[in-house]
């Protein structure tokens, strides 16, 4: 096999909390992440050069070194001394900067279709360490569906899949560095904190009116504050039929969950018109594994 092409789905966050700052300025967080039915899609081919490089179709991704798919693809070919480099093609849907994993999913995509490419006789729990060390959602993004994350990010505990929601994404078109909204979080200001033991026993009970309920992101008390375009986003899909809304990761993406596709069409619309933004997706959970 000399080329491939992976999905590279993105995430969105039903739970993040921030339970402290470490000495090394790491954050302990616990999170329910789920995989939703949005993806770039990622070609993998082999080059018949000794180095590894990217394209993509969205300027605003990079295509040098500091590009996590090309991390990934340095980090296996290191790791499994690997002569001959590749060819990355990213066809970029998922918004960049945007909280989603996006840049994770790329570099998941790439492991994957090296490993099938070069050594796919490695067992895939194998390249979770590695993936790790490119990213705190890489891990996650290799598998997908829902877990429980916690630690850094990195530690994962896949649990029953989350209910099937109907899920309308919009990302207003500023970005967000994730470290700068981190370094501002002040954890002894946070009021509201999700539930998530009660999040993780309304999954297994497969109750769609509970998970919706139990949706929250503390570091909406961050970004939404600094733009307040994510609240006024969060009331417009609430107004528009969705049983619950919130920002996913860092931001600045919000999204609402629906148990009607036509409410989240149409929701969609609404948005993409009031607002004027051109990211706005109307899609649905998932589990790329079932």
């Known amino acids: 096999m000399d080329k491939i092409s992976v999905d590279a789905y993105a995430k969105i966050n039903l739970t993040l909390d921030v339970l402290r700052r470490r000495p090394d ?3 302990e967080l ?3 992440m789920q995989t939703i039915d949005l993806f770039d899609t990622v070609d993998v081919e082999k080059n018949g050069t000794c180095q590894n490089r990217v394209f993509s179709d969205s300027s605003k991704v990079p295509e040098g070194e500091t ?3 090309y991390i990934a693809a340095e980090a296996m070919a290191e790791k499994f001394a690997l002569k001959e480099g590749v060819d990355i093609r990213i066809k970029k849907r998922i918004p960049v900067a945007a909280g989603l994993a996006g840049g994770s999913a790329d570099a998941a995509a790439v492991i994957k279709a090296m490993r099938s490419i070069f050594v796919p006789h490695i067992p895939a729990e194998r390249f979770v360490s590695m993936a790790s060390s490119i990213g705190k959602d890489v891990p996650f993004c290799l598998k997908g569906g829902t877990a429980f994350a916690f630690g850094l990010g990195d530690k994962l505990a896949y649990i029953k899949d989350c209910p099937m929601f109907f899920v309308v994404l919009a990302k207003p078109d500023i970005d967000v560095s994730t470290a700068s909204v981190y370094r501002a979080l002040k954890l002894d200001e946070v009021t509201e904190r999700p539930d998530t033991q009660a999040m993780l026993k309304a999954i297994v009970q497969s109750d769609m009116n509970k998970v919706a309920g139990g949706i929250k992101n503390v570091l909406e008390s961050v970004t939404a504050k600094q733009y ?3 609240r006024d986003i969060k009331a ?6 969705a049983m619950a809304s919130a920002m996913s990761g860092s931001g600045p993406s919000v999204y609402g969950l629906f148990d009607n596709r036509d409410f989240a069409d149409k929701a969609a619309e609404a ?6 933004i051109k990211e706005v997706f109307s899609t649905q959970t998932v589990n790329p594994q079932s």
């Open 25 to 27: 300025g790491y954050h």
């Open 30 to 32: 616990e999170m329910i």
């Open 67 to 69: 590009n996590t798919a």
């Open 228 to 230: 307040p375009v994510i």
């Open 236 to 241: 417009a899909l609430l107004e528009n039929g």
């Open 271 to 276: 948005v993409k018109r009031k607002f004027g």
